[in-house]
């Protein structure tokens, strides 16, 4: 018995909101960075960083998928940016078929836990939380996901005595760090000018984006391959959009509905408490995330349990933080998560063994993900010195 009308307005107010014109302006940026040669001089920095120790490639690999999200926020331009860089390294290097493939369908994921992050974006415009917040809470539950990859990368290598890699000098460093000093800007520009009030997300969305062109002075992007960008990033916008514009339609049926309201009353009558409903969400998104992607499972999820959450006395911005790590392992959890066929096209190995590869860094994910969910210190310092 809704008015049909009242669909076509929510389709409309579904996208009209200022915070999501930063989702076309990251994508682009993204697809431009992706194709610009900025991952070979990231991962070429991080491997002069990183040092001569036993496991140093592994760890490159993964410090490099970071500083590449931190520049792009895609997971699945993380995977094929350096996995078509850094797999036939880590095979040239004794490191095992298994260890390797998982190591670079995984650590893409932490680009969406590191800001720029469209899945918070996505989540901030659902809940209403605010994307800025967000984004600093990414910073810290980050490099918590990440250093647990590097942990394991070095407890591997010491294990089954992979070599040691090259020494670099200073002068090295040097070199590399000037040369990637461009691309090594996008997350200062974005994160300083958020962080100083300068400009706000969507703003600084904007700025990436053009900063992105500007940084084809490495040219090895001609106007040809930047339309091609365009085209690219056009098609990947209007599905994030589109998802949007219709999940605005399912969040006013289920209010209508009193569908959050009853969930909420059910979950107060069954007495949880914060920490067991936490684990709840947990389970409930790691299961989604096996069938599919992020932004549906957030835009599916979110507008019936952030309040409950709320009633909890849960903050909205850790909550969000915590959805979206959940998202980050469900990018390569089998049997549909995305970076697993993305990973196989740009390694050439079979399915079979991409999937057995990754088990190992879906336990240590899972580690990391129970601390960034009941050590909320993790995701809520940076935000709380901000906003």
Known sequence: DLPLMGVAQ????????????????FIFAANVMKNGGIAKR???????????????????????????????GSSPATVVAMGSMMYPEL???????????????????????????????????????????????????????????I???????????????????????????KDAAWALGVPVIIMGGIYSGVCTPTEASGVSALYAIIMLVYREMDLKQLWKTCIDSVKACAQ???MLATASIFSWVLTVGQVPQTVATLIAEANFSPFMFLMMVNVLFLIAGMFIDGSSATIILAPLLYPVAESLGIDLVHFGVMMVANIAIGMFSPPFGLNLFVAQPVTGAKMKDIIAGVFPYLAISLIALIVITYVPQITLFIPRLVY
């Not at 070429?44 to 590449?68: D, H, I, Q, Y």
């Open 42 to 72: 990231i991962m070429n920095w991080a491997k002069t960083m990183v040092g001569s120790s036993r496991g140093s490639l592994a760890v490159t690999t993964e410090v490099s998928c970071m500083f590449f999200g931190a520049v792009s």
């Open 151 to 177: 942990v394991y990368c070095l407890w591997y290598a010491k294990k089954y005595n992979i070599p040691k890699g090259k020494k670099s000098t200073g002068r090295e460093k040097w070199a590399a760090t």
């Open 240 to 242: 994030v959009m589109v």
């Open 91 to 149: 095979i040239k290097e004794k490191y095992p078929k298994r260890f390797s493939l998982g190591l670079i369908t995984a650590a893409g994921s932490v680009a969406i836990l590191i800001p720029p992050s469209i899945n918070m974006i996505v989540y901030g415009t659902v809940t209403g939380a605010s994307v800025g917040a967000l984004f600093m809470g990414g910073i810290g539950a980050g490099l918590i996901y990440g250093l647990a990859y």
């Open 10 to 25: 929510r389709l409309i107010n579904g996208v009209d909101k200022f915070s999501l014109l930063a989702v076309p302006f």
